[in-house]
């Protein structure tokens, strides 16, 4: 006959060892709920508010890599095309809303400060600093279309009749300019 009991001692010892090892635990909870509570973590598809709370982050695609340093101002017409300046040396981009790049037009000015966009889809740019407004036409050629004879120009706007306004620095001037280019 075959002796089990050093066995089934073995065993029962193996099993009050694994239960020794065992701890039961407890649930514990921790609230992060100020914005301090969150400063050292990496946060990543989330935005954290000023008041503390969280929320999912708005996506980014990058739509044009350009030679410019710096992309000043962004406007899209009504066909979906996106116009992109920048500087140094003043440059307007346009994307397509195909995807297609190019580089609509060059200036002799540093930068293109700012775009408008009109009904009919013209074009407008503003450059700076001595700057000039030049309209890009249909055949994407720029062609000077008011001239503030100010330093600056740090934006412009259309409004429902097609009048330009043209902010100017220095002085502070805001300058009306009508569809013939008359300010």
Not at 61 to 74: M, Q
């Amino acid at each position: 006959m075959i002796n089990l009991y050093p066995r089934a001692v073995a065993r029962t010892m193996a099993v009050l060892a694994c239960a020794l090892t065992v701890y039961g635990g407890e649930t514990l909870f921790w609230r992060q709920s100020r914005q301090a509570d969150f400063e050292k973590a990496t946060l990543k598809n989330v935005a954290l508010r000023n008041d503390g709370r969280l929320s999912l982050a708005p996506s980014f695609t990058e739509l044009y890599d350009s030679a410019s340093a710096f992309l000043w101002s962004v406007a899209r017409d009504s066909k979906g095309n996106v116009y992109a300046g920048g500087g140094p040396g003043a440059k307007l981009y346009r994307i397509t809303a195909a995807g297609a790049k190019s580089t609509v037009a060059e200036f002799s000015e540093l930068q293109v400060q700012s775009i408008a966009i009109g009904a009919q889809d013209q074009v407008f740019v503003a450059t700076s600093p001595d700057g000039k407004v030049y309209r890009i036409g249909a055949d994407g050629k720029a062609s000077p279309f008011y001239d503030p004879k100010t330093k600056y120009i740090w934006a412009i706007a259309l409004d429902a009749r097609g009048e330009l306004y043209v902010a100017t620095g220095g002085g502070g001037e805001i300058h009306r300019v009508t569809a013939a280019g008359a300010g």
